[in-house]
């Protein structure tokens, strides 16, 4: 178990986001892997086979004074990366991370797609998501400590959470596990190059795989031909390699990739509403 927590969602609490790659020559990879982990808008970052060899997720908070393009350009500089894309989300068609444990689970599953109402974040809103945020203690109250601390009944504080709930802010609330010891040893990015007509289309129906756990649509460039993602977990690579040719055989698309992370460098839930994000910036 990593964490048990609320899991929110980062544009709906006004943060620019996005995927990130850097191409970055290896005798430089880990101190650029170091500067990178630093910002705290760094939730990923993985050592890739592939000439882009860092991924990481980046955000920027929704006061930031520089913006993601800037920060991110702050990075390549500061890293003496050679080359580096921003693959920002276009269009999401699941992000579920459910890891199959039984063996008994479909291969192909329904994606709900989930309406969700407007609010306006109040300052009661946002404190209450930086208790959401934190790992649970192992107690007989673990939110005990956190209405007290915002004189809140648990009525009040859980009426709050069910309106960030029922509103989207808030994914779920949920154990959230090292996909590794529980069993699922191997993690493909499979990424596929997409006429922009079909995108939507097989972006649904890939997005059915059981074993996928994300899929977006995201720009392609020149040197970046590929728009549509799709994570991929199995318990073995050879696994994947099945999964994502069985995923091409039933789109017929033929220009794909298959990124496996040779190396973590940072894993972690971002923490929202936290002053080393303005810490950051002024020190750059």
């Given at each position: 178990?990593?964490?048990?927590?609320?899991?929110?969602?980062?544009?709906?609490?006004?943060?620019?986001?996005?995927?990130?790659?850097?191409?970055?020559?290896?005798?430089?990879?880990?101190?650029?892997?170091?500067?990178?982990?630093?910002?705290?808008?760094?939730?990923?970052?993985?050592?890739?086979?592939?000439?882009?060899?860092?991924?990481?997720?980046?955000?920027?908070?929704?006061?930031?004074?520089?913006?993601?393009?800037?920060?991110?350009?702050?990075?390549?500089?500061?890293?003496?990366?050679?080359?580096?894309?921003?693959?920002?989300?276009?269009k999401m068609f699941k992000i579920s991370v459910k890891m199959d444990t039984t063996g008994n689970r479909a291969k192909k599953e329904k994606v709900k797609k989930l309406a969700h109402k407007e609010i306006e974040l109040s300052p009661q809103h946002i404190a209450v998501i930086k208790a959401?945020?934190?790992?649970?203690?192992?107690?007989?109250?673990?939110?005990?400590?956190?209405?007290?601390?915002?004189?809140?009944?648990?009525?009040?504080?859980?009426?709050?959470?069910?309106?960030?709930?029922?509103?989207?802010?808030?994914?779920?609330?949920?154990?959230?596990?090292?996909?590794?010891?529980?069993?699922?040893?191997?993690?493909?990015?499979s990424v596929w190059a997409v006429p922009e007509e079909k995108g939507?289309?097989?972006?649904?129906?890939?997005?059915?795989?059981?074993?996928?756990?994300?899929?977006?649509l995201r720009p392609s460039y020149p040197n970046w031909p590929y728009n549509l993602f799709a994570m991929v977990h199995a318990k073995t690579q050879e696994e994947c390699d099945t999964l994502i040719e069985e995923m091409a055989k039933e789109s017929g698309l033929t220009e794909y990739g298959k990124l496996y992370s040779t190396q973590e460098f940072k894993k972690q839930r971002l923490v929202y509403f936290d002053d080393a994000f303005k810490a950051w910036e002024e020190s750059v």
């Amino acid at each position: 178990i990593r964490q048990t927590s609320a899991i929110f969602d980062t544009k709906r609490l006004g943060y620019k986001s996005s995927l990130v790659a850097f191409k970055v020559a290896e005798d430089r990879i880990d101190e650029a892997a170091e500067i990178i982990n630093q910002h705290p808008g760094v939730s990923h970052n993985y050592l890739r086979n592939h000439d882009y060899n860092i991924w990481f997720t980046m955000a920027v908070a929704p006061d930031s004074k520089l913006g993601l393009e800037k920060t991110i350009d702050i990075l390549k500089e500061q890293t003496g990366a050679d080359d580096g894309i921003v693959l920002p989300t276009l269009k999401m068609f699941k992000i579920s991370v459910k890891m199959d444990t039984t063996g008994n689970r479909a291969k192909k599953e329904k994606v709900k797609k989930l309406a969700h109402k407007e609010i306006e974040l109040s300052p009661q809103h946002i404190a209450v998501i930086k208790a959401l945020q934190k790992d649970i203690a192992v107690t007989a109250e673990p939110f005990k400590e956190a209405t007290e601390k915002l004189g809140l009944s648990y009525d009040e504080f859980f009426a709050i959470a069910n309106e960030l709930k029922e509103s989207g802010v808030m994914r779920r609330f949920a154990t959230i596990l090292n996909h590794r010891k529980a069993g699922f040893g191997a993690n493909a990015m499979s990424v596929w190059a997409v006429p922009e007509e079909k995108g939507e289309e097989i972006g649904k129906e890939m997005a059915e795989f059981s074993a996928v756990s994300h899929c977006y649509l995201r720009p392609s460039y020149p040197n970046w031909p590929y728009n549509l993602f799709a994570m991929v977990h199995a318990k073995t690579q050879e696994e994947c390699d099945t999964l994502i040719e069985e995923m091409a055989k039933e789109s017929g698309l033929t220009e794909y990739g298959k990124l496996y992370s040779t190396q973590e460098f940072k894993k972690q839930r971002l923490v929202y509403f936290d002053d080393a994000f303005k810490a950051w910036e002024e020190s750059v």
